[in-house]
């Protein structure tokens, strides 16, 4: 079975960190696009950062600075790097990617998402 499994969210106070992770399971060997989206109790779902496969970056305006999204091929892992976090940050993070394996082609991932949580 192929899936993206998350972890690193948490309790952080404000202008704190964290380093949200996320890896492929099963059959594949890079990922292709990815992102991370969030969703705040009460809103919407959004797209916080993105990458293409080709290394193109987009980050929402709130996040831009502050955040950082990353992979590393030879793990099939992608990271989000969140530095001077802030309360309106608490959400759930999801994880997204497009992965691609020999045995499965191309296919569309989400991960299971993951509890950040911005207070004193």
């Known amino acids: 079975q192929v899936r993206l499994v998350e972890s690193g969210g948490g309790w952080v106070q404000p202008g704190g960190s964290l380093r949200l992770s996320c890896a492929a399971s099963g059959s594949i060997s890079m990922f292709l696009d990815m992102d991370w989206h969030r969703q705040a109790p009460g809103k919407q779902r959004e797209v916080v950062a993105s990458?293409?496969?080709?290394?193109?970056?987009y980050y929402e305006d709130s996040v831009k600075g502050r955040f950082t999204i990353s992979k590393d091929n030879t793990k099939t892992t992608m990271y989000l790097q969140m530095d001077n976090l802030k309360p309106d940050d608490t959400a759930v993070y999801y994880c997204?990617?497009?992965?691609?394996?020999?045995?499965?082609?191309?296919?569309?991932?989400w991960g299971q998402g993951t509890s950040v949580m911005v207070t004193t």
């Open positions: 990458m293409t496969s080709t290394g193109d970056t």
């Open positions: 997204g990617a497009t992965g691609y394996g020999r045995t499965v082609g191309s296919v569309k991932l």
